[in-house]
């Protein structure tokens, strides 16, 4: 095989940092409503936190140790740190600049405005001051700087308040500091009282109000400035799972420990003094490299309380109910309905309530045996959680494997895990050194005819909350060798065993990868011979080195290759002689783009495979992931021709990547019809839900799938 250079990759951190951009466009951008782009600006600070806390701190890690290595781009560490931080300055000066000087002032023309106390009337004043005096005061604990005190744990992301001040000690004034931590119990924002009717929505930063009333806090001393300031700390959990005898255990200690990880980044107000940022600097063991200076809030993720709410539709998006799938709109019991033929919904243009419904039935059909279902972000659904706990009461054997280690939702999932236990589930924590991440449900049900299992398998989380707003795929079908594989996966999961192989579905890390290599080979070799090829795949990242190198092969060969990746890629597109084949773009819009999905054209003979798993390292080999093959023709098809080549189409919220990392919204031509992918498979969604007249159907056999043929076709 052809080797290929660092010159022929991008950096992952960059590019991660590109897509973070994209997200920070969307709250530029004017024709977004205006809460909307509130939206977007508060998102932007918390994938920047996130990005902080694991992938800057571990690079700060490599920076620190022995091992000196470059990465596929061929930066060391400390390269990949300065380009980090060069880019990062600019995002957070342009973000904060578009929340001063366009949203805070447009914002105020509707009614929705941010003052500081001495802005007050003396109504107002007199209600802040007893709000001060009775909700926020008591809590409120002044943390004093001394010998006798040292400069306390502050949690992570917490906002504080550094304040200097002078007291009088023998008969001279000493300079102090102190520290006033904001209590996460209180909100960051404080409305202030308005009628009903009134469209007036005042509010007071928690910290300016805090600051205000500084002098209540230390009586006797003489204020002299207080700065706010945040500390973003290294949040990866490190567990030895080989030592660990109770992994919950090991799990819970880490996440107490995360709250006091090592500082990565100090976050300062823009007048904070030099002296001040540098006392905080030496303090928390940083360097100037490791400091960003805010003109604006310093934790914008809070200000998304101001877009909670039923006020201000005109400010938002259209409201968007997802339909109930065409397939299981008539149907009260699911389960012939899947026993037909395949299901496949698009969401969140159709319900993800058809998921929670099919395990609600599932739980109190008396002809249900078992189920078992993965968990990894459940977010403590009472629906989710609360079916598996009827189907305990209901008498049926339940097995759950819940993702102890899912990031950020560890405290989460433990919590639901434990109730599960106690309502009688049996819970599993999945395999060593893997990541349960694959999305799967099989439920075994006595038919008529014997024993049936039916499966639901999806690219996204068993959560109705995130599913209104990520676009993801589901896959009901009962066929015997996805059924028979499903099962041995969740005997590896739960017992002692190998792995079995699979007939049909694709499973890391045992045969994802070395498939999909072989599937790119194998598009190259009938583009080579004249045949139709062709690849479209769909994901959230694009880092393996190993498919990427196949997929510039299969580009040289002649595929045509159109990549959907939202978030992180590090295939250079377009270089000569290498990628000119390969376009990647990525949409980011009203709905999170997470679905996972490829398609090969196979010399005519197309192959289509929705899954759990990213093309990253981690996906193909530190995770239980699973991709299905679509056999349904009818449902192939649909997933080709409406929704990923819809997808490719995009020239309204996709932007095409350059093979100098930079993304940029494709060139159009002024007749150029805008393609809008998520708004028409919105539209078509609420138009198919519609009543129809009815149609004459002719039904035809092919193997084991339905075909239905429209006798009088509507014009």
């Known amino acids: 095989m052809k080797t290929f250079s660092a010159a022929h990759f991008l950096s992952r951190e960059l590019s991660w940092l590109e897509f973070n951009q994209r997200v920070l466009n969307e709250a530029l951008d004017t024709t977004n409503p205006l809460l909307e782009r509130v939206k977007f600006f508060t998102i932007t600070s918390s994938n920047l936190d996130e990005f902080f806390e694991v992938r ?48 805070v002032p447009a914002l105020a023309k509707h009614g929705i405005q941010f003052l500081q106390p001495e802005e007050l009337t003396a109504v107002d004043r007199d209600w802040l001051e007893n709000y001060y005096r009775t909700q926020v005061r008591p809590v409120l604990t002044p943390l004093g700087i001394d010998p006798a005190h040292p400069f306390p744990q502050l949690l992570n992301k917490s906002l504080n308040i550094v304040v200097q001040l002078e007291i009088e000690r023998n008969e ?32 007071v930063y928690m910290g300016h109000l805090i600051g205000h009333y500084l002098a209540d806090l230390f009586p006797g001393t003489r204020l002299l400035g207080y700065w706010h300031f945040r500390v973003t700390r290294n949040s990866e959990l490190y567990i030895d799972e080989d030592d660990a005898a109770n992994l919950l255990s090991a799990v819970e200690q880490e996440l107490h420990n995360r709250r006091k990880g090592a500082a990565v980044r100090l976050e300062v107000d823009h007048d904070c003094p030099v002296e001040i940022y540098q006392y905080l600097l030496e303090t928390l063991d940083l360097t100037e490299d490791d400091l960003y200076i805010v003109h604006g809030p310093l934790n914008p993720t809070r200000l998304m309380a101001i877009y909670q709410g039923d006020h201000s539709p005109e400010l938002r998006d259209k409201s968007f109910v997802a339909p109930i799938g065409a397939a299981f709109r008539d149907a009260g019991d699911f389960f012939p309905v899947i026993r037909q033929r395949d299901v496949l919904l698009h969401h969140p243009y159709e319900t993800f309530g058809s998921v929670v419904e099919f395990l609600e039935q599932a739980a109190r059909d008396p002809n249900v045996l078992a189920i078992k279902q993965t968990l990894y972000r459940t977010g403590g659904d009472p629906r989710i959680v609360g079916a598996l706990m009827d189907a305990v009461r209901n008498g049926k054997q339940v097995t759950a494997v819940t993702e102890l ?15 599960l236990e106690e309502a009688g589930v049996h819970v599993v924590y999945g395999i060593v050194h893997h990541k349960v991440h694959c999305k799967a449900t099989l439920v075994v049900r006595r038919d008529d005819d014997g024993l049936r299992r039916y499966l639901h398998l999806g690219t996204g989380n068993y959560n109705p909350s995130t599913a209104r707003l990520y676009t993801d795929l589901s896959l009901f079908t009962c066929d015997p060798d996805f ?12 017992g002692i065993c190998q792995f079995q192989g699979a007939r049909k579905l694709l499973i890391a890390p045992f045969t994802l990868h070395e498939t999909v290599m072989r599937l790119i080979q194998q598009e190259a070799e009938h583009a080579k011979a004249g045949r139709p090829a062709r690849i479209i795949a769909k994901m959230n990242a694009l880092v393996d080195r190993e498919i990427i190198e196949a997929l510039y092969l299969a580009s040289q060969a002649g595929v045509k290759i159109d990549l959907i990746v939202r978030g992180i890629c590090c295939l250079r597109p377009g270089m000569e002689g290498v990628s000119e084949n390969i376009t990647v773009r990525s949409i980011v819009g009203r709905f999170l783009e997470h679905s996972r999905v490829v398609y090969f054209e196979n010399a005519g003979e197309p192959k289509v495979y929705l899954g759990s798993a990213d093309w990253m390292p981690r996906n193909f080999f530190r995770r239980i992931e699973v991709a299905a093959p679509v056999l349904d023709p009818v449902l192939r098809t649909r997933l080709i021709e409406q929704i990923l080549a819809l997808q490719v189409a995009d020239n309204v919220k996709s932007s095409v990547l350059a093979s100098d990392g930079s993304y940029h919204r494709p060139a159009t ?39 239905v043929k429209l006798e009088n076709p509507p014009r």
């Open 56 to 103: 800057v701190a571990g690079i700060k890690q490599q920076i620190e140790s022995e091992i000196v290595e470059r990465s596929a781009d061929g930066r060391t560490s400390t390269e990949t740190f300065r380009a980090i931080r060069k880019k990062v300055l600019v995002m957070v000066a342009q973000q904060f600049r578009c929340w001063r000087e366009d949203l």
């Open 172 to 203: 001279e004034m000493q300079r102090r500091f102190a520290v006033v931590q904001v209590p996460r119990v209180l909100p960051r924002l404080v409305k202030l009282p308005r009628g009903t009717d009134s469209d007036d929505r005042s509010y």
């Open 405 to 419: 280690k899912a990031r950020f939702d560890e405290a989460n999932n433990i919590l639901w895990a434990r109730r």
């Open 483 to 494: 059924a028979e594989d499903v099962t041995n996966l969740f005997n590896l999961l739960t």
């Open 669 to 707: 031509r002024k007749d150029t019809k805008p393609k809008h992918s998520q708004l028409e498979f919105t539209q078509k969604a609420l138009g198919e839900s519609k009543p129809r007249r009815k149609m004459k159907v002719r039904v035809v056999k092919e193997k084991r799938f339905r075909v």
